[in-house]
């Protein structure tokens, strides 16, 4: 026997235990080693599919790392100007209740300058997805500020650690959008490992599930790293997330009227 | 016949309104009309003043520096206005808060005390249509009965039940409007 | 639902806001700015959104609304938005958006004067913005210049044709006279909203095609400029078949007035003036703004004595009729600002003294 005969008596439909998922496409993915993006990706790309929901989704890319977005998903998607990604969900589904729209934004995009046409989405009760990737950093630009950034974190823009005094607070936008009436569902998830990443497609998948029954904006949030722009390896940086942003950004959920019934 | 007139007051004194009934007046009798108000934050209390152009033909600029007739309703527009009036024009005022008079002598000027008769008549509100009645009745260029439907398709339903008041207003115009 | 044409009298503002209902729009997102709130008001009144099914949204900032409008027309939906100077400059980047990503959609400014937070009062001082693209990058927009309520309604209708038939974004470029003017109209019979759906528009993608993306970046240089190329395309053929002006006595006219909107209509009161004194003056009505009718100027200027063009502003289409006149004859400008709407008589004076200079 050589080894095609071999390769080929291993793969057959009847041995596979994991596979690309078929709505990810054959585009390489440009995200760095380690990054989260991907698994986030991956994650919305299974729950589509699975859910059999491809011809009834719009996903909404923002400027930014995940700007690509519509390049690796293969579902209709528009490209929105920084931070407006809510704007045009909010128009996409009043014209067509009956689709699944969703956006993807990082903390730049959703925390900064969109921070108007997040709040204002989700004060409306929106019934969109809102996933919000928060790094603490700009990492498409190079590594610079964002509101999320936490206190002494390091970044191109605050070389010498970010310094409350001088340049802010971080914004916990997760937190803000739990206080308003019109979101549903918000939670605040991470990736970084195997039952986090099943924590987290619990919760879209949940997300998805809300807006089918019209139940307001969902929110969820995913703590992610930035290997590249942290000057890390992405296991140090896995380490680092949970060590700093935990404590300013504790994962779990911050409203969910279903679970509270359950009790 | 065109009719080019600028209406103007204080804000709130029914002036944009009167100018608005006059156009759709014009409209029931299938002329062609335009009506230019002075639009702002100054509404109420400030000046306000609107342009009404009256034709039977297509009509051009609806925004004019010359008037065949301004009615004029306090002191600021007759100072701003009474020498827009083209010679030979008409100029009408309520003496009611004039402390200077009209003086050109090339034009025809009408008085109509109408704070004066809204009083006696015991509706402040009517003000504007006693100066409409005195127009109208100067200046003949719409029938009284368009003048009424006009009021109709001008006034939301459920303030129809004024019409008949608003018709006596016009009259008492009529009657009271008096050439110096 | 009623075939026949309806008589009222409306503000233009009004005229647009029952016209895009009229027209079938599916959405409209806005936010108020003076003098042109009445649209919003007249929308939220009128309740399409019951009758028709047209969405109607006060968003939370011009930005927002015009990126509302980015989204629907993403999904081949009749989409618009309306607001003045101040706001539109704040659309600008969504302008740009829209245009980069072939995405059609009605955009109407009601212009008051400016720079900055400026007058209430109507001017035309956002020529250059609205024509010569306005936000960032290579692009136009097809402008429609309304001279009466009756073309605030019409050009509502016309406006989304021409956007769907090029996919670009279209603005009527009204002001504060006409929009708070009300005037005599004939409304278009009510027509159902459209079902049809283009082939690029995102609604979820089937297996019988591929999937839709809306979008507007090209990181590649080569993209880019492949892709600047295909705009300019479509813009010269706009040039070529959808230039719209009126002429009004430019048969044996020695000079000619080139204004638009309500310098227009305060133009053909000059135009009578003029020619009851015995002066030859005739008047260029461009209807489109951008294409602008340049080849008829140029055609003027080879019989006319003088052109002279009026607009509220301090000197902006002068631009354009220079261009298009190139140097035959003397090209003049003429027009007040800071919401001061030019006279009729003031206009045939300066024409007076320009001739007899």
Same mark, same amino acid.
């Given at each position: ?173 997760? *937190? ?8 549903? !569902? ?6 970084? =490992? ?29 703590? =992610?790293?930035?290997?590249?722009? $942290? ?8 380490? $680092?997330?949970?060590?700093?942003? !935990? ?5 779990? +959920?911050?409203? *969910? ?5 359950? &009790? | ?33 335009? $009506? ?30 010359? !008037? ?7 002191? %600021?527009?007759?100072?701003? !206005? ?9 100029? #009408?005022? +309520? ?34 249509? #006693? ?50 | ?45 009128? &309740? ?49 958006? #829209? ?50 309520? %009756? ?9 989304? *044709? ?37 082939? $690029? ?39 070529? &078949? ?22 227009? @209509? ?36 080879? @019989? ?54």
């Amino acid at each position: 026997m050589n080894d095609t005969n071999q390769m080929n008596d291993i793969i057959k439909p009847g041995n596979i235990v994991y596979k690309r998922t078929d709505l990810m496409t054959d585009d390489i993915l440009h995200y760095c080693p380690g990054c989260g993006h991907s698994t986030v990706h991956r994650i919305i790309a299974e729950i589509i599919d699975e859910e059999g929901i491809q011809s009834e989704t719009i996903g909404i890319s923002p400027v930014g790392c995940s700007v690509y977005l519509y390049n690796y998903i293969d579902i209709d998607c528009q490209e929105a100007a920084h931070g407006r990604a809510p704007a045009l969900a909010t128009a996409i589904k009043r014209l067509m209740p009956d689709k699944y729209v969703f956006t993807y934004q990082g903390d730049g995009d959703l925390a900064a300058i969109g921070t108007a046409e997040t709040i204002h989405a989700c004060n409306r009760g929106e019934n969109i997805l809102i996933v919000f990737i928060n790094n603490g950093i700009y990492g498409m630009t190079g590594g610079q500020m964002a509101p999320t950034t936490i206190p002494g974190m390091k970044s191109s823009t605050s070389p010498y650690g970010r310094d409350v005094e001088m340049m802010g607070n971080l914004i916990k936008m997760t *937190d803000i959008v739990a206080t308003l009436p019109g979101t549903y !569902f918000v939670t605040r998830q991470s990736v970084h =490992s195997a039952v986090n990443v099943r924590r987290t497609k619990k919760a879209i998948r949940k997300a998805f599930h809300y807006q089918k029954l019209k139940k307001g904006t969902c929110f969820v949030e995913v703590v =992610s790293n930035c290997p590249s722009n $942290w000057k890390m390896t992405p296991v140090e940086s896995n380490k $680092w997330m949970e060590e700093n942003m !935990f404590p300013y950004y504790p994962l779990g +959920d911050l409203k *969910d009227p279903e679970k509270q019934q359950e &009790k | 016949m065109t009719e080019e007139m600028i209406i103007a007051g204080f804000g709130g004194q029914g002036v944009l309104s009167m100018g608005k009934i006059l156009a759709y007046s014009a409209v029931m009798q299938d002329m062609e009309v335009s $009506w230019m108000p002075s639009y702002g934050p100054e509404m109420r209390g400030g000046t306000a003043n609107v342009t009404v152009i009256i034709s039977s033909e297509k009509i051009s600029s609806p925004i004019l520096r010359q !008037f065949d007739t301004a009615i004029i309703l306090n002191q %600021q527009s007759m100072d701003k !206005f009474e020498s827009s009036v083209k010679p030979g024009g008409l100029l #009408i005022y +309520d003496t009611n808060g004039i402390s200077r008079h009209p003086e050109r002598k090339d034009i025809d000027i009408y008085r109509i005390d109408a704070v004066e008769e809204a009083g006696k008549m015991n509706n402040s509100r009517i003000f504007n249509m #006693i100066v409409l009645g005195g127009f109208l009745k100067i200046k003949p260029i719409i029938k009284f009965e368009n003048v009424i439907k006009g009021l109709k398709e001008s006034l939301p339903p459920r303030y129809h039940d004024l019409i008949p008041l608003n018709e006596k207003a016009l009259e008492r115009g009529m009657e009271v409007v008096r050439q110096i | 639902m009623t075939q026949e044409k309806e008589l009222r009298l409306m503000k233009g503002n009004e005229a647009v806001a029952e016209a895009a209902i009229r027209a079938g729009a599916d959405g409209y997102f806005g936010y108020p700015i003076t003098p042109q709130s009445e649209i919003l008001e007249y929308l939220m009144a009128a &309740k399409p959104y019951e009758t028709t099914g047209m969405v109607v949204l006060q968003a939370e900032s011009e930005v927002a609304a015009i990126n509302m409008v980015y989204g629907g027309a993403g999904c081949g939906k009749k989409v618009m938005t309306t607001s003045s100077s101040p706001g539109i400059s704040l659309k600008q980047e969504g302008i740009s958006y #829209i245009a980069g990503a072939e995405l059609p959609c009605l955009i109407v400014n009601v212009v008051r004067g400016g720079p900055g937070l400026g007058t209430i009062q109507p001017a035309q001082s956002d020529y250059f913005q609205a024509v010569k693209g306005g936000g960032h990058g290579d692009y136009h927009l097809i402008v429609l210049a309304p001279a009466s309520v %009756q073309e605030m309604a019409d050009f509502v209708g016309l406006g989304f *044709d021409l956007a769907f038939k090029y996919r670009n974004p279209v603005m009527i470029l009204s002001d504060g006279a006409i929009g708070q003017m009300m005037e005599k109209v004939w409304l278009g019979p009510y027509k159902e909203r459209s079902k049809d759906v283009p082939d $690029w528009a995102t609604t979820g993608k089937t297996p019988d095609r591929e999937r839709n993306i809306i979008t507007s970046l090209h990181l590649d240089s080569f993209s880019e400029e492949r892709f600047n190329q295909k705009l300019i395309k479509k813009y010269e053929e706009i040039k070529s &078949k959808e230039v719209r002006f009126e002429e009004f006595n430019c048969e044996d006219a020695d000079y000619v007035l080139v204004a638009y909107g309500t310098s227009a @209509r305060v133009c053909q009161k000059s135009v009578q003036m003029a020619r009851a004194e015995g002066l030859k003056v005739g008047l260029l009505r461009p209807v489109t703004l951008f294409p602008f009718p340049s080849k008829r100027i140029s055609e003027l200027s080879t @019989r006319a004595k003088m052109i002279l063009s009026v607009e509220m502003s301090s000197g902006q289409m002068v631009e354009d009729v220079l261009l298009a006149v190139n140097g035959k004859i003397p090209v003049y400008h003429y027009g007040r600002m800071g919401g001061i709407v030019t006279a009729p008589d003031e206009v045939v004076d300066f024409l007076k003294s320009k001739i007899g200079g």
